[in-house]
């Protein structure tokens, strides 16, 4: 879609969440301990080695990894509860939130607060979701490789696609041959920036400049909560309201 980027849309995404460093910490902290539930070794367990992956990713130090397993390994440590919420924001264009809480009547009344405050709905789940497809998503730095090289690498892996502009390239696969890939791009690249499984909208909406400023503080309210652990959406900004939002 000419004048239009989603990678824009990804780069201010990650722009917030690295001037939020330590919530980074704390979610991958949180997905960890769940992760381990189902037991510490990573060869047995793929969550557990996704979530490892974007501890490295994150340069998380080491400590706090082994001390997360090791609480775990004692059956210790806090009980996370995975939600989802699904709903409308303004203009038209939908969301899918995922949460990991200890408290599910306050993780959702702050959620249902925020849809509200930015003039959108939160809705039933499934309201949303059909829109959307489960994948497996890796974004890796420009400087990994050029456009050519970490497409035949990501298909020669697995991946189901690759986009690429001049700051990032996104991989995409199937939920289910995620870690394979992962595995086989790391080795080739190092680890990328981003990996987790999340939702890729099938359609997306454009949306003006009123709507995008809307939106844009509606996530950064959302990513504001620690309980929060992953944003999905299917709006597009373009570059050239982006880069009056962002002047």
């Not at 001037?19 to 070794?41: H, P, S, W």
């Not at 420009?142 to 990032?168: H, I």
Request: hydrophobic share 40%.
């Amino acid at each position: 879609m000419a004048g239009h980027s989603k990678f824009k849309n990804i780069q201010h995404r990650k722009g917030a969440q690295d001037k939020k460093r330590a919530k980074v910490f704390t979610r991958l902290i949180k997905e960890l301990a769940v992760a381990a539930r189902a037991g510490t070794d990573p060869d047995a367990n793929p969550r557990l080695r996704t979530a490892l992956a974007g501890c490295r990713a994150a340069n998380m130090p080491k400590d706090n990894v082994e001390r997360v397993l090791k609480r775990a390994e004692g059956g210790e440590g806090e009980l996370y509860e995975e939600i989802r919420y699904e709903g409308y924001g303004t203009g038209g264009t939908a969301f899918i939130v995922e949460a990991l809480t200890d408290n599910r009547n306050r993780t959702a009344s702050e959620v249902r607060a925020a849809f509200n405050k930015f003039g959108g709905t939160l809705g039933e789940t499934g309201s949303v979701s059909f829109m959307f497809d489960k994948v497996g998503q890796m974004i890796f730095d420009a400087s990994a490789g050029d456009a050519d090289t970490v497409f035949e690498a990501a298909l020669e892996a697995g991946a189901d696609n690759v986009e690429s502009d001049e700051d990032v390239h996104v991989i995409t696969t199937n939920p289910e041959d995620f870690n394979a890939v992962r595995e086989s791009l790391d080795a080739a690249f190092g680890a990328p920036q981003e990996a987790q499984l999340t939702w890729i909208a099938q359609n997306s909406v454009d949306v003006d400049e009123g709507h995008a400023q809307t939106l844009l503080k509606f996530m950064d309210t959302l990513d504001d909560n620690e309980d929060v652990q992953n944003i999905a959406f299917n709006f597009e900004i373009s570059d050239e309201i982006m880069a009056k939002l962002e002047g």
